[in-house]
């Protein structure tokens, strides 16, 4: 029995060994973390620059999501790098969250009982993160139900024409308030999102702190205003 063990020991790959390790320690959740928020601002900038093309009228915005279709064209079939950008957001998602729950779960279980009074610095961002992610979460599927199936579109969804759907759902106000909250959600998640990432990737140090938390407080302004600014325009008639 004990030389099966062995025998077993010493067939486990040592890769396999340290990817384990590497995923069950604190600093690898926390690298994952890191990694696959950097991956979904990436999109979160180049979808908001794409969003603002309903400034420019109905024909360069319908362009625009026809574009998307055939980016990658003659070399990639129809749709086909649009649905490797969403497998990537994907697994971007889904790493990002279970290392967010499980990094909470081993926080719970090193403190069973809260912290009496709240530490010093923290900001309300950190204090709003995991409910931000829950918001943002919720937000995904409906936003992919509402603009991307239709399942739960108002006005009547109409394919191939995303300028007009825009329209429609953010002529509702339940449309309007689902996004500005989603979207103050970013705008907060971001903010202290990217400054944690710089640090566990150990981009982080004295001299660059103040700089990258400048960097931070940026880009969740610019997202936000960005993303916030399509329904404020649809609602004021600028975009209709």
């Known amino acids: 029995m004990a030389l099966a063990t062995k025998t077993a020991s010493k067939e486990r790959s040592p890769s396999t060994t340290r990817s384990r390790g590497f995923w069950s320690s604190t600093i690898g959740k926390k690298t994952v973390m890191a990694v696959s928020g950097l991956i979904m601002l990436g999109y979160l900038v180049a979808h908001v620059a794409g969003n603002l093309k309903v400034f420019f009228g109905s024909e ?89 199936t239709g399942t739960v579109h108002a006005g009547g969804f109409q394919e191939g024409r995303p300028y007009q759907n825009i329209v429609d759902t953010f002529s509702t106000w339940y449309g309007n308030v689902i996004y500005l909250v989603a979207m103050l959600a970013v705008g907060l998640h971001v903010r202290h999102g990217f400054w944690s990432a710089a640090q566990t990737l150990g981009l982080g140090n004295a001299r660059r702190e103040r700089l990258l938390k400048i960097l931070a407080n940026g880009l969740a302004l610019v997202l936000t205003v960005g993303f916030v600014s399509v329904p404020v325009a649809v609602m004021t008639g600028v975009v209709s």
């Not at 026809?66 to 129809?78: C, I």
């Not at 990537?88 to 009982?113: C, E, F, M, N």
């Open 60 to 148: 360069e915005f319908n362009a625009y999501g026809h574009w998307l279709r055939t980016m990658g064209a003659p070399v990639l079939h129809y749709s086909w790098a649009l649905w490797l950008v969403r497998i990537v957001l994907l697994a971007a998602v889904v790493g990002h969250a279970v290392s967010a729950y499980q990094l909470s779960r081993r926080d719970i279980k090193a403190r069973p009982t809260g912290y009496v009074h709240r530490r010093k610095g923290s900001s309300y961002a950190t204090r709003t993160m995991r409910w931000g992610g829950i918001i943002m979460a919720l937000f995904i599927v409906w936003h992919i139900l509402d603009l991307t």
